[in-house]
T-cell receptor
């Protein structure tokens, strides 16, 4: 168990640019989640995958955001035309669905700063 | 819908003193409750969880929490604080019937431990 891995750890971009983050979940975990955490707040749910299927998206996930998990393993989160309000920590988590309500294992996050 | 209120954005204790972090929840269905800890620039680590059964739950690092349905509370305690406990603590709730772990987090409590 190498844990949930996220890349990059930090990203600074100019407003209007596109950015993409990657998440590698724990290998046997088939559930994958994205959360966003702004300064001084708790994480907020963005979206959820079971295997390669994206089963739920939050209203927070505007049209500029897209998440994929093409082979049911790693996932990417892309933000197009970034805005300063997108500055946040983006957290990925994974879990097993064979165990009811098995706990989420979080990665160390990608901190995005939009200038 | 679920929500979590954490009373006190900051709690300061001396090393060796009792730690008490407060969490109240709101849920229209029986809740699953969690406490996570976050160290600077890291992801969240699960401390403990309540799903069903025993209302006093023991977690890692000497922490425990008690589910009190009548008070809609799930306060986190530790008998004796250690310097290494200094971190941000998040209480979270999820509904048992969502089919997946859609956690709703509180805004967090920063625990400061002085020597």
């Amino acid at each position: 168990d190498t844990g949930v891995s996220q890349d990059p750890r930090h990203k600074i971009t100019k407003r209007g640019q596109n950015v993409t983050f990657r998440c590698d979940p724990i290998s046997e975990h088939n559930r994958l989640y994205w959360y966003r955490q702004t300064l001084g707040q708790g994480p907020e749910f963005l979206t959820y995958f079971q295997n390669e299927a994206q089963l739920e998206k939050s209203r927070l996930l505007s049209d500029r955001f897209s998440a994929e998990r093409p082979k049911g393993s790693f996932s990417t989160l892309e933000i197009q035309r970034t805005e300063q309000g997108d500055s946040a920590m983006y957290l990925c988590a994974s879990s097993l669905d064979r165990v009811s309500n098995s706990p989420l294992h979080f990665g160390n996050g990608t901190r995005l700063t939009v200038t | 819908a679920q929500s979590v209120t954490q009373l006190g954005s900051h709690v300061s204790v001396s090393e060796g003193a009792l730690v008490l972090l407060r969490c109240n929840y709101s849920s229209s269905v029986p809740p699953y409750l969690f406490w996570y800890v976050q160290y600077p620039n890291q992801g969240l680590q699960l401390l403990l969880k309540y799903t069903t059964g025993a209302t006093l739950v023991k977690g890692i690092n000497g922490f425990e929490a008690e589910f009190k349905k009548s008070e809609t509370s799930f306060h986190l305690t530790k008998p004796s604080a250690h310097m290494s406990d200094a971190a941000e603590y998040f209480c979270a709730v999820s509904a048992w019937n969502t089919g997946f772990q859609k956690l709703v987090f509180g805004t967090g409590t920063r625990l400061l431990v002085s020597p």
